[in-house]
């Protein structure tokens, strides 16, 4: 169960980061693998979203079928672009050593990154909204391999469909690939905040000043207890801060 879910959502990443890597020449490579998975993960949901509008079954051949041939046109294009060379060369940014300071802040953030992960893998999916709307919903899809029309549109239809599809295609995805609790997805979304808010900073300030307010932002309550609910809150954060 462990290596489909990581085969899968490597192959969701693998997607965004071949986009990066054809159309993003700006970019150096740690830029193109955290976009490539924001990329990857606004992706899977909108092919899932219209395969349940073309009713098609929402099963892991299905999706895994779609994500993988895109990634083959993409390897096709960069390849017919001779782009593959950039890959055999050495990476674009430079390894240097960290200061006491920048290791210590760094630490800070892993600290919090991992608390969350630990925490995400011991405790399901419970907050009242979750439960009730995002990952209900997510069941549904799950056990009709659909959009679950028929069900939602039974009881509470206005309440079922409208608020976002993301995370609860997200949670289906997870089940599909035989994963029980989907929790662990929060906790990406808050690493992929705190690697973007970086990567921003870090154009206009100092390492050090931008791992300094990195880890602050790591240490807001707020937001690192949003990365132990399922809730919509982190991914529009994430995705509102890019656009």
Do not use: C
């Not at 899932?48 to 929402?58: A, C, D, E, R, T």
């Not at 992929?192 to 970086?198: C, E, G, H, K, P």
Request: proline share 3%; aromatic share 22%; hydrophobic share 60%.
């Amino acid at each position: 169960v462990k290596m489909m879910l990581f085969a899968g959502f490597l192959l969701v990443f693998i997607l965004g980061f071949l986009i990066m890597f054809l159309f993003g020449k700006k970019y150096s490579l740690f830029e193109k693998i955290i976009f490539g998975m924001v990329l990857g993960l606004g992706i899977l949901p909108l092919i899932m979203f219209f395969l349940g509008l073309l009713k098609i079954s929402l099963n892991a051949f299905n999706i895994l079928g779609i994500v993988i041939f895109m990634d083959l046109i993409l390897v096709v294009l960069i390849y017919r672009r001779d782009r593959f060379k950039y890959l055999l060369r050495k990476p674009d940014f430079k390894v240097r050593n960290l200061k006491i300071l920048e290791l210590i802040l760094l630490g800070v953030i892993l600290f919090f990154v991992f608390s969350s992960l630990a925490l995400n893998f011991y405790w399901p999916v419970f907050e009242w909204d979750a439960l009730s709307l995002y990952d209900f919903r997510a069941l549904r899809f799950f056990e009709t391999h659909s959009l679950a029309q028929p069900i939602l549109t039974s009881q509470l239809t206005s309440y079922n469909y409208s608020y976002p599809f993301f995370t609860s295609l997200i949670h289906v995805f997870v089940y599909l690939l035989g994963g029980k609790n989907p929790q662990f997805l929060y906790t990406i979304f808050y690493f992929l905040l705190l690697a973007v808010f970086y990567i921003f900073l870090r154009k206009k300030i100092s390492q050090i000043w931008a791992l300094f307010f990195t880890a602050s932002l790591a240490t807001v309550p707020i937001f690192f207890l949003n990365s132990l609910i399922a809730y919509t809150n982190l991914a529009y954060v994430l995705y509102f801060t890019l656009a």
